[in-house]
């Protein structure tokens, strides 16, 4: 099996930054693109920020391009999101996830991900 943990998440300022973790366990991490999704109060979960297997390939949402870069570092299992210049708007639950395919791209359906952490609060105040 897989295990995700994300950490890194928190209370901000409009305009700061932060950087989320997502260590990873179990099945081949290195093999398996991975993505970061978020989920606010009363709202669906949405497609944030995906890396391919091999961090050759990345795949942003809109609302996040030039603001969140999203990066891994297979030798250490880890996938990382720097969420820069950061909105009240991105106020929600993060969650990592890892893609169901080997050596898959970067998807943003979140029905191409089999295995998901719990999840960190990220909180921007205005």
């Known amino acids: 099996q897989v295990q995700l943990v994300e950490s890194g998440g928190g209370l901000v300022q409009a305009g700061g930054s932060l950087r989320l973790s997502c260590a990873a366990s179990?099945?081949?991490?290195?093999?398996?693109?991975k993505g970061w999704f978020r989920q606010a109060p009363g709202k669906e979960r949405e497609f944030v920020a995906a890396?391919?297997?091999?961090?050759?390939?990345?795949n942003y949402a809109d609302s996040v391009k030039g603001r969140f870069t999203i990066s891994r570092d297979n030798a250490k299992n880890t996938v990382y999101l720097q969420m820069n210049s950061l909105k009240p708007e991105d106020t929600a639950v993060y969650y990592c996830a890892q893609d169901r395919a080997w050596m898959s791209r970067p998807h943003s359906d979140y029905v191409q991900y089999d295995y998901w952490g719990q999840g960190t609060q990220v909180t921007v105040s205005s």
């Open positions: 179990g099945r081949t991490f290195s093999r398996y693109a």
């Open positions: 890396i391919s297997w091999s961090g050759g390939s990345t």
